[in-house]
């Protein structure tokens, strides 16, 4: 009997708490034609890792109102320029660009003297840092070591003076000469750039036995390119192999922060004037970082990868600080988190300042694409039995798609001000403690873009430009307001073009390449990704108070409007409803003084190569002492203002406006 009670009583928490949460999940959506409870932890703690949803959005998990110094100190760009990098930075400065990310891989040191770089490159890496410091761009150097040139290396080639087959592991050379055992190696043997893919593990007269079978013929004769590697690739933390390259690295890190410094002529300042990033992704190029992947059977049995790149943060940030004066003023982040969802703010060292993520957003087509992931639907819950299951069918390619429900390894988990778990590890903006202490943990995007020749080979390069000139100001405007502290864009130019990741246009990368000084008029030559972001700068800098502190958090209390269109339409059932417009109406407050907000709004479509015609809606926001407030709509795309009108009643800021699929601002200017 007690247990048939307590059964009944547990039954009854359960519907209870169901019910409550349907209750909350369902007004975290539509009801009628209006959207209402814009904000709510719930948009994110109800997607677990492991889950994904189409319909709830993480990033309305909170809404925060952010000072505009914020978003102007914000804007970075990845800077590989070779040929006359003064003109490009700039082009780059004059339309608002802050900060630049560069590699300086630790391949580009001297051989036979780590204290210097390559000769051929040491100057291009100066002019390089010498034209971001004329035109006050603060340089982030990437620290990476990718297997193609992993260390210091010498080249050599090396004739084979009888056929070696496929499988085979002994080649004999016409000479050993200079090989050493464990350092030296073939290169590029599987047909990937890779230097010493296939280690030497043993030398007898002149034959070596190297440490993988070969996947191709080599015939008698050829010539083969061996490389001969400073440091040994990464073994377990503790070995004495790993220690020798550790020390190698910290080398590497003294070399390029004694270069930099020296270039920019910052050695007796607080602020050394530069910033580091350790490491660029581990999707490609990471190699050197296991020293198991250049042996056919497992070299090192004790080996973690996750322990390398963590022992190496950690290792990193120690010997930054044993060397404090050497990095005044330089903020460090951890590009190990680049592209996997595992390090999170509560793992890193005191010294270490940000974490790293790379959000390029990929083409994909539902139901097709749809993940392996459990999915959570509108309410909240978890479409368990196949029968309750439903998919929306539509496509997506649109610059914030890591911070949707789309991916578990939603970004958001780590830009919030709300700390989540990951397997039991805290994550979020708050999620460190040091000495006690929560300290802030931001997001440095070093890389992101769209390409839309990814997405259509043929697409025309005026067409390219305006798609990316959306992209820019819905990654500006939205991410610098959800948690990242920096966002680089990729790229200036190099090799890019206007039809894929080139931010600058190609006609003045072109006039950089044979000119000397600046265009005196350049409208011809600026992108329009360049022109609509120096257009929201001009508007968060006008009266701006780069020492605001009283910032006031806007609130959304309701989105009306009259059309109900969505993105993807559902199954006309409560827990799969359309995703309509409203839903993924984003705001985003900035503050510029005491009584002026810059606030870019706008409908984040799915699909970004995909045009929206403007539509209206009508926004009540929190209008506490804002009943005088004046109210201005401009599109900083079209350098227009458009029309809005506003009516304050009960304290509330009621305005009508049109949105569309790219940043228009809202500017209040409060006049009480």
Known sequence: MIFTIKKIINVAIIVIATFILLIASHNA???????????????????PFGTHSHWLQPWRAYLETVPAKKFLDGIGI????????????????????????????????????????????????????????????????????????????????KRVTTTAHIGDRKIIL????????????????????????????????????????????????????????????????????????????????????????????????????????????????????????????????????????????????????????DFLGVKITNG?????????????????????????????????????SKPVNALGLRDLEFQSKFTPHYSTFFPESSATGLLSSTIVRDMAPITSE??????????????????????????????????????????????????????????????AERLYLFAAGGRWKDNNLAVVQENFLKYAFSNSDYPIKDDFYISPALKVLKRICDQMTLNIDSDLVDIKQLKIISITDSHNHYQFQGNNIEKHPNLYNRDVFTFLPFQVNQKKFVIPYYIMTRN????????????????????????QVYDPINNRKLPVSTKYSHDNLSIKLTATDYPYLLIINNNT
């Not at 959207?35 to 703690?45: A, G, H, I, P």
């Not at 996997?340 to 990929?362: D, E, G, N, T, V």
């Not at 009540?620 to 009943?627: A, M, P, R, T």
């Open 336 to 372: 190990f988190a680049n592209t996997i969802p595992w390090p999170a703010s509560s793992q890193l060292p005191p010294r270490i300042h940000a974490l790293s993520k790379h959000p390029y957003p990929k083409f994909k087509k539902y139901p097709q694409d749809e993940p392996k």
């Open 174 to 325: 016409d000479s050993v000469n200079n090989l050493s055992v464990g350092y030296s190696g073939l290169s590029n043997i599987s047909g990937k750039k890779w230097a010493a893919e296939a280690l030497i593990t043993e030398i007898r007269g002149n034959q070596i036995t190297i440490s993988k079978p070969l996947s191709k013929n080599i015939m008698a004769g050829s010539s083969i390119e061996i490389a001969t590697l400073k440091y040994k690739p990464f073994s377990s933390p503790g070995t004495i192999d790993y220690q020798e390259t550790l020390s190698g690295w910290f080398n590497y890190i003294n070399t390029i922060a004694g270069f930099v410094t020296k270039t920019l002529e910052t050695e007796n300042n607080d602020d050394k004037g530069f910033d580091l990033e350790i490491w660029n992704e581990l999707t490609f190029g990471s190699n050197f970082l296991n020293i198991n992947s250049y042996y056919e059977h497992q070299l090192d049995e004790h080996y973690s990868k996750k322990d390398i790149s963590n022992n190496l943060i950690g290792e990193t940030a120690r010997y930054i600080d044993n060397h404090s004066n």
């Open 608 to 631: 970004l190569m995909e045009d929206m015609v403007s539509e209206s809606f009508t926004i009540k926001i929190n209008g506490e002492q804002l009943s005088k407030a004046s109210v």
């Open 29 to 47: 959506f539509s009801i009628g034609n209006q959207l209402k409870f814009y904000t709510d932890e719930s948009y994110l703690m109800n997607i």
């Open 78 to 157: 990845v800077f590989q320029e070779k040929q006359n990098p003064k003109l490009i930075a700039q082009m780059l400065a004059k339309h608002g660009v802050r900060h630049a990310r560069f590699e300086i891989s630790w391949g580009m040191l001297d051989y036979g003297d780590e204290t210097k770089l390559i000769t051929n490159k040491e100057t291009e890496f100066k002019n390089r840092l010498i034209a971001l410091k004329n035109f006050g761009i603060r340089p982030l150097i990437l620290l990476n070591s990718n297997h193609g040139l992993p260390c210091p290396i010498k080249l050599q080639n």
């Open 422 to 483: 990951v397997h039991g590890v805290d994550h979020g903006r708050y999620g460190r403690k040091i000495s006690g202490q929560v300290v802030s943990t931001p997001i440095w995007i070093t890389e992101a873009n769209v390409s839309p020749s990814n997405y259509d080979p043929n697409i025309s390069n005026e067409r390219a430009l305006k798609i990316k000139a959306k992209a820019a100001a819905r990654y500006f405007c939205f991410f610098l307001n959800k948690g």
